[in-house]
C-alpha cells in the first residue's frame, strides 16, 4: 500500500507541474513604470492609424483664441485631420488643420476653402501627424519621462490600464507638441492597457505655454489600426 502511494504521488508530479506552468503563463504581467513607458513608446510608434478625442483646459489658447476641444484622426506615415471647437467672443467656430501628402492646409471656419501653410506657419497650429510622428513624435517622447511612477490600474474604454505619471520637460516634448511651448518640467499622465500596451489616453499639465500660467490638455485614443477618413483639401 505505501509503495503504491508512493507511485501515485510520483505519477501526479508532472501533472502537478503542467498546471502550475499553466496557471503562470495565465497571470497578467506586471511592469515597472519604466517598462510601461518603453513599451508603449514601441506601440506608438508602430501606429497604423488612430482617432482621438481633445480637451483642453481653462487658458488652452492658440494664435489667442481659447480651445475647447478637438477631434483628430491620422494614417500613418504622415495624412492626419484636425477640426477643433473654439470660443470667441462671437461664439463657437470649427477651424481645421489638415495634413495630406506632405502638405500642411487650414481654414478658420468651415465654409471656407482650405489654404496651404508655409511650415512655419504650420508650427502655430496643433497638428496630429505631428504629434504620432514616429521618429519625432509622442512615440520616441514617451520612452524619456524621468521620475516615473505607477498609479492604481484605472480602466479606459472597459480596456485595464497601467496609469502611469511621469515628468517630461522641453527637451522631450516641445517638438512633439508644437504650439505647446513648455519652460519647465510638465505633469504627464499616460494610460497603457495592460495586455496590448497601447495608450489609451494622455494628459498634460503644467506650463504648457508660459511659464507664469497653468493649464492641461487630454487625448483620448481609441479605434485603433482601422479606417479612417481623411478629406481632400481640394
Known amino acids: 500500500m505505501r509503495l503504491r502511494a508512493g507511485r501515485t504521488a510520483l505519477g501526479l508530479l508532472p501533472l502537478l507541474a503542467l498546471c502550475a506552468g499553466v496557471a503562470g503563463c495565465g497571470s497578467s504581467e506586471s511592469l515597472s513604470a519604466q517598462q510601461v513607458l518603453q513599451t508603449a513608446a514601441t506601440t506608438t510608434a508602430n501606429l497604423k492609424s488612430v482617432k482621438l478625442d481633445i480637451k483642453f483646459g481653462a487658458g488652452f489658447a492658440v494664435q489667442g483664441v481659447d480651445l475647447v476641444s478637438a477631434t483628430g484622426v491620422f494614417r500613418a506615415p504622415g495624412d492626419s485631420d484636425l477640426l477643433a471647437k473654439t470660443r470667441t467672443v462671437g461664439g463657437f467656430l470649427e477651424p481645421e488643420l489638415l495634413t ?32 504620432l510622428d514616429r521618429d519625432h513624435g509622442l512615440a520616441p517622447a514617451i520612452a524619456r519621462g524621468r521620475s516615473a511612477r505607477l498609479d492604481a490600474d484605472e480602466a479606459v474604454n472597459s ?10 520637460g522641453p527637451a522631450e516634448l516641445n517638438q512633439a507638441v508644437a ?14 492597457g495592460r495586455s ?14 508660459t511659464p507664469d500660467q497653468s493649464t492641461s490638455a487630454e487625448v483620448h485614443l481609441h479605434d485603433f489600426n482601422g479606417p479612417v477618413d481623411i478629406p481632400s483639401p481640394a
Open 100 to 131: 495630406s501628402g506632405g502638405k500642411i492646409y487650414f481654414k478658420a471656419i468651415q465654409f471656407q476653402a482650405f489654404q496651404e501653410l508655409t511650415p512655419e506657419q504650420a508650427l502655430q497650429y496643433p497638428d496630429v501627424a505631428r504629434l
Open 159 to 168: 480596456v485595464e490600464c497601467y496609469k502611469v505619471e511621469a515628468a517630461y
Open 179 to 192: 504650439p505647446l511651448h513648455l519652460t519647465d518640467d510638465i505633469k504627464v499622465t499616460l494610460w497603457v
Open 196 to 209: 496590448d500596451h497601447l495608450v489609451r489616453r494622455v494628459r498634460l499639465e503644467g506650463h504648457l505655454f
